[in-house]
């Protein structure tokens, strides 16, 4: 599929209730986490804040975010954005069975563009990586491509099994055990896995579940590893050097916090 000419739009599911977090005074989107770097007199940074200038880097010019019903401080606080060259909208919903279902909301308008994934919770490191996800994309013409980070706690992240080629051959969500030592963080993908996630999430939709039937919750990782099984070409940039934290646990904030991240 030729993408050289597709816009970009940056997607940010904000339909949690951030119980992990409970109580706080403001949605966890819009949380400070620091400041601004190189302001005078300073100037407060909120969580969702990084994915914004990462998506204003890469060159998104649209940013959706999908945000539950009662969330309104966020667009009261972020308005239709700061970026230069980027307009936030927003889509409001009420609460979805998973991730994947928020962002399929956003389905009509991320069709026919570029979409670049972030969650407004997850802090990363470099900034540009958006970037060299775009880059890997235009030279590979893969369908999705995730960026990598190492983790210590893969009993809460999607783990990725990664060849050297980078390919992505498995993902495993949340594993007791593992020797995989990699997760992803952030994802940009073609209207090629745009249109599979909205059959993906139609079907599911559509199917009825035995009464005997045990799932568990699914994930955008779930999705994904559907389409690495459909043969939709998926692969990975690592960034050994990169780091990312998950605000949305009262120690990892505290973290955050403490290092001003």
């Not at 005078?40 to 204003?56: G, R």
């Given at each position: 599929m030729n993408t050289d000419k597709?816009?970009?739009?940056?997607?940010?599911?904000?339909?949690?209730?951030?119980?992990?977090?409970?109580?706080?005074?403001?949605?966890?989107?819009?949380?400070?986490v620091g400041f601004q770097e190189n302001t005078?007199?300073?100037?407060?940074?909120?969580?969702?804040?990084?994915?914004?200038?990462?998506?204003?880097e890469a060159g998104a010019d649209q940013i959706y975010i999908i945000m539950r019903k009662g969330k309104w401080d966020i667009p009261q606080y972020l308005g239709v954005g700061t970026q230069p060259g980027?307009?936030?909208?927003?889509?409001?919903?009420?609460?979805?069975?998973?991730?994947?279902y928020t962002i399929d909301l956003a389905y009509s308008f991320l069709k026919d563009r570029i979409v670049l994934l972030g969650f407004p919770d997850i802090l990363f490191k470099p900034?540009?990586?958006?970037?060299?996800?775009?880059?890997?994309?235009?030279?590979?013409?893969?369908?999705?491509v995730l960026g990598v980070f190492k983790t210590a706690n893969p009993q809460k992240a999607d783990m990725v099994d990664i060849d050297e080629n980078g390919r992505i051959k498995k993902i495993v969500i949340k594993p007791e055990k593992t020797d995989l030592t990699y997760t992803w963080a952030i994802a940009v993908w073609t209207p090629i896995f745009t249109e599979y996630l909205h059959k993906f999430v139609v079907k599911a939709g559509n199917d009825t579940p035995s009464k005997n039937e045990k799932e568990r919750e699914l994930f955008i990782g779930d999705v994904i590893q559907c389409a690495i099984d459909d043969e939709l070409a998926v692969e990975g940039v690592i960034f050994e050097d990169g780091k990312f934290v998950d605000i949305g646990t009262i120690p990892d904030l505290k973290r955050v916090w403490d290092n001003n991240f």
């Open positions: 597709l816009q970009l739009a940056g997607i940010i599911p904000a339909a949690g209730d951030a119980s992990r977090l409970s109580p706080i005074p403001c949605s966890k989107e819009i949380f400070p005078d007199p300073p100037v407060i940074k909120v969580a969702v804040s990084h994915l914004l200038e990462s998506f204003a980027c307009t936030l909208a927003y889509i409001v919903t009420e609460p979805t069975p998973g991730t994947h900034k540009n990586a958006f970037t060299a996800l775009l880059n890997r994309q235009e030279k590979t013409g893969a369908e999705v």
